[in-house]
């Protein structure tokens, strides 16, 4: 019902560029180790936007992290699963390898743009060094290209802007700056991490719009972190649910807002204020997410659970296909587990 | 309520059919997992012990606290009488540190030592703590012009410096501990006053304090019910920070001669003293002030450390 | 950045006004003449011997008179050694206290910057529990103790280096050392903290996901935001250390400033200590202001930040 905006159709291919499979992240800290991502699965297609949402610290920073090859280790390790970037797996890189993907072919924009800039550089240094580390090109190209990207993300007078200092520069002013130095040198996967969050609401729009604008023209594929639902509408194709280090479902945008099959999913959705709906009481999801140090057997959600069965505290939900792109992790799809549902609904 | 016929398994064996019941929903499960709160003096001190380092500082304090109240009483020699047939013996069952070139015994000059330092490193600390308190609390808890213009005040007197302006207070006042106490507070209250304006000024603005001002609560009462508990961490790792300060400008003025005056006995005076006799061999007259002053500062140091990383509120989880 | 600095050179000279009127209302505070002592206790020289110091005018003026020998620069004549003038002791012991002074500051701010660099990309490494370990003890150790012992050790027992003097860069080692411990323990503790503090923030991160070599991330984007602590305590460092030159200057016998200094605090040569107390903290103020405007250039914020501070 929301489709009154007419845009440029985006063009997904089936190609994939990134492929996610049984990745399992753990932190060695001083009370235990902390299971922060356990078997995440997902793929990513050229020009698609992907949305990892969930609650705070339900690995979706620590899965894009991941990606990104920001894992600081020790105290944290890879303990399983690949991490495939056009048949590349990140995972078994040395570090000097990986470098030469970061910044290039995956790039990462970050939550705060009032800290994700070096105070003491210019922003025309802070522009160029990626570029000028990665592709051998003179100070003066550089600078051009940097003008360029600039432009491109909407800063007026760019030749002046980059003997500027990040302090000198708006919040929305300097999300745009991250997103350039995201950009600059091409690459074809973007992870940004709560992109958004830090904003005022107005300059949120204006970023969003820009990401748009960006995919349209640069076709690069996107990773979304994002906890902000009403975000995740507005430009995600696809939307991945995490839980407790687990994706428990994933489907299109469509799937996901409006045939939610996952406990979880529904909660995090009634949890959001809808101007369609103006009466509806909003329904927060009680209780907290189970501690990672000893995460549970089955499914974490269960403590939570209205529909919770004997079954969830025992063993972790195999993954229902429901369609295509729609895939679950919950024992409420069982067949035996849909009787009793269907009988203690009524009642 | 009963299971359903099986159908199709779609999952392995080891799901049995009768898991398939709703869950008994037990209360507050999922509230379970909070860790029991300790208090914030608790929480710290039990963080403190399992600071070795700190811990060992600590004891090795609480010895020299002992041996500096029962040392000189405890040994069968004066601080000042002289005994010049034994000068500068080497330590032995009479003498276990040795002698000085008086014949003094340097077992209980060392000990008289350990008194001078930590009444001075203490009570500098004490002094410059109560003017910090006041000062800082006043124009942290003020703010405004009257918090710009202390502030202005004390960004000057930062500019000096101590040791220098300390000098001159002792040349003036003539050599006595009051004095090296007095100078040594004239100058170093600053810092503290500083640390207090800061914790106030971070503090001030906390819920806590709204409310208690909008019952009515006067400014004293706020300053002391409210803000000092809160603001304790700092301020008490900045105290242990300034003993081994203290104690350093001691022996330090000692050792230029505007220290604590000969009979009596400072470890900047043992030291000083000791310079001429290095080349004869009488190593003791050196090692065990300069042994127990940097053993004493680094007791401190230690500690303070361990208190800042137990005291802490950003670190804590 | 105009302002900054013209704001800050006011606040040097207060202080220095300010240290000036403290050392003149503190020696006159000590009851009677600097001569009722003197070997020499005839009426007449004394009379004269007052006029010369201009003792026998009113409080005022001489007052006067001491801020006019600060702004020329001319402090008078010695009471002890009266042939000499505090300027030609200054001229003859401070350049040899500067260079002490210099050599230990850029010693120890080298070994102390290296250190803590490495002792915080190697946390909780050998590196660092050996660094830190060195840190604490270099911190407890007081100055004087460390060049008795090293005089005592290294110079007299093992014979390796002399034990006095400043007249050859060997001569200079065992000094040197026993000044620049405390402060390197110092800098490089703050440096680690404060490097270890940088190596969090998300424009770290964000350089490592430029995919930047190591060294570049360390040196070019954690080093100069993690050295802002060191720059703020460098004015602070330096005045210990050069009250720290007094002790070591008698203990290696080296002819500075502060071996003149301690004689006339022993000797109560007002003059001297009045003009090389006025000298020594106009210098160091001055340093702190120096150090100031370094901060305010390596640090783009600074405005912002004084405004900050002021609200």
């Known amino acids: ?347 | 309520m009963t299971n359903s016929t099986t159908t199709k398994i779609v999952s392995p064996q080891n799901v049995k059919d009768e898991w398939f019941r709703p869950k008994q929903k037990e209360q507050g499960r999922a509230e379970s997992v909070v860790r029991p709160s300790l208090s914030y003096w608790k929480d710290a001190w039990r963080r403190l012990r399992k600071n070795k380092l700190a811990m060992v500082g600590l004891a090795f304090l609480i010895f020299l606290l002992f041996m500096a109240i029962f040392g000189p009483i405890l040994s069968p020699y004066s601080v000042t009488a002289t005994d010049y047939p034994n000068q500068n013996k080497a330590p032995s069952l009479a003498h276990w540190f040795g002698t000085d070139e008086a014949g003094r015994d340097v077992f209980t000059r060392t000990w008289y030592g350990a008194r001078i330092s930590l009444f001075v490193g203490v009570m500098a600390a004490l002094i410059d703590f109560f003017i910090g308190i006041v000062y800082g609390g006043f124009s942290g808890y003020k703010g405004g012009r009257t918090d710009a213009i202390m502030m202005r005040i004390i960004e000057v007197l930062y500019g000096l410096p101590h040791l220098l302006v300390v000098i001159l207070l002792m040349v003036v006042m003539g050599p006595s501990l009051t004095t090296i106490i007095v100078a040594l507070t004239v100058t170093g209250w600053v810092g503290m006053a500083r640390i207090v304006r800061g914790q106030v000024l971070q503090i001030k603005n906390y819920e806590f304090v709204t409310a208690s001002k909008s019952f009515g609560a006067k400014t004293s009462r706020i300053i002391g019910k409210n803000l000092l508990p809160n603001t304790m961490g700092p301020i008490i790792v900045q105290m242990t920070l300034t003993v081994p300060g203290a104690i350093f400008a001691e022996a330090f003025l000692s050792f230029l001669g505007l220290g604590v005056a000969a009979p009596f006995a400072s470890w900047g005076v043992m030291t000083n003293d000791a310079l001429p006799v290095i080349l004869s061999g009488h190593w003791w007259r050196l090692f065990f002030p300069a042994f127990f002053i940097s053993l004493t500062m680094f007791a401190f140091n230690v500690l303070g450390d361990g208190l800042q990383d137990a005291l802490d509120p950003k670190l804590r989880r | 950045m105009a302002k900054y600095i013209i704001k800050r050179f006011f606040m040097m000279i207060a202080t220095i006004l300010i240290i000036a009127t403290l050392t003149f209302a503190l020696m006159h505070t000590i009851p009677g003449s600097p001569f009722d002592d003197e070997r020499t206790s005839n009426p007449t020289i004394q009379a004269n011997l007052e006029k010369f110091y201009k003792l026998d005018e009113p409080m005022h003026i001489q007052y006067l008179y001491y801020l006019k020998s600060i702004v020329t620069f001319d402090f008078g004549p010695s009471i002890k050694k009266p042939n000499e003038s505090v300027n030609e002791l200054l001229a003859r012991g401070f350049p040899i206290s500067f260079e002490l002074g210099m050599v230990t500051i850029l010693v120890a701010l080298l070994s102390g910057v290296t250190l803590g660099t490495f002792a915080a990309l190697r946390h909780n490494g050998i590196i660092d529990y050996t660094a830190m370990t060195f840190a604490v003890v270099g911190i407890s150790v007081p100055n004087f103790v460390l060049a008795t012992l090293l005089i005592q050790q290294i110079a007299v027992n093992l014979e390796w280096l002399p034990p006095a003097t400043w007249s050859s860069p060997l001569h200079m080692i065992l000094p040197t050392l026993a000044l620049a411990t405390g402060p390197t323990a110092i800098i490089a503790r703050l440096t680690r903290s404060s490097m270890l503090e940088v190596l969090t923030q998300d424009y770290i991160k964000m350089a490592r996901a430029k995919g930047l070599s190591p060294v570049r991330i360390v040196v070019r984007h954690a080093l100069r935001n993690a050295l802002m602590p060191v720059v703020t305590i460098m004015g602070t460092m330096l005045a210990g250390i050069l009250t720290g030159t007094f002790v070591i200057e008698r203990i290696f016998a080296i002819p500075g400033m502060g071996k003149y200094f301690v004689e006339s605090i022993n000797n109560r040569d007002y003059p001297v200590i009045m003009g090389s107390t006025v000298f020594y903290s106009a210098f160091l103020v001055f340093m702190l202001f120096l150090v100031d405007i370094v901060y305010g250039f390596l640090d783009p914020r600074i405005k912002l930040h004084r405004k900050e501070g002021d609200a």
């Open chain 1, 1 to 347: 019902m929301n489709e009154r905006k007419k845009k440029e159709k985006k063009i997904v291919s089936d190609e994939k560029v990134l492929q996610v499979n049984n990745l399992q992240v753990s932190f060695r800290t001083y009370g235990g180790e902390v299971e922060a991502v356990r078997g995440v699965n997902f793929d990513l297609y050229k020009g698609e936007t992907l949305a990892i949402v969930g609650e705070s610290g339900c690995g979706k920073s620590v899965t894009s992290n991941a990606i990104m090859g920001l894992i600081p280790q020790p105290p944290g390790i890879i303990k399983n699963g690949h991490i495939l970037f056009k048949g590349k797996d990140l995972t078994k890189l040395t570090k000097g390898e990986l470098r030469k993907i970061q910044g290039v072919d995956i790039s990462m924009i970050f939550q705060d743009p009032m800290t994700a800039l070096n105070p003491t550089l210019t922003i025309g240094e802070q522009l160029t060094e990626g570029l000028r580390t990665h592709k051998k090109i003179g100070k003066q190209e550089a600078k051009k290209r940097a003008i360029d990207m600039l432009k491109l993300v909407g800063i007026p007078n760019p030749e002046e802007r980059l003997k500027q200092f990040p302090h000198q520069f708006s919040g929305g002013m300097r999300q745009r700056i991250v997103i350039a130095i995201a950009l600059i040198c091409d690459p074809e996967l973007l992870i940004a991490d709560e992109p958004t969050t830090a904003l005022d609401v107005t300059i949120q729009a204006q970023i969003l719009e820009l990401f748009e604008e960006i995919q349209r023209k640069k076709k690069i594929s996107i990773i979304l972190i994002t906890h902000d639902l009403g975000v995740v509408a507005k430009i995600a194709d696809r939307i991945a649910v995490m839980y407790a280090g687990k994706i428990v479902e994933i489907g299109n945008k469509r799937e996901i807002f409006y045939t939610p099959e996952h406990p979880y999913t529904r909660g995090l959705l009634n949890s959001v204020p809808r101007l369609d709906l103006e009466d509806e009481e909003l329904q927060p999801i009680e209780g907290t997410p189970p501690d990672l140090f000893s995460p549970p057997k089955g499914c974490p959600f269960t403590a939570r659970c209205d529909y919770a069965m004997e079954v969830c505290d025992h063993v972790y939900p195999f993954t229902n296909k429901l369609s295509e792109a729609h895939r679950v992790d919950c024992w409420l799809q069982d067949e035996r587990a849909k009787v009793i549902k269907n009988s203690d609904r009524v009642g």
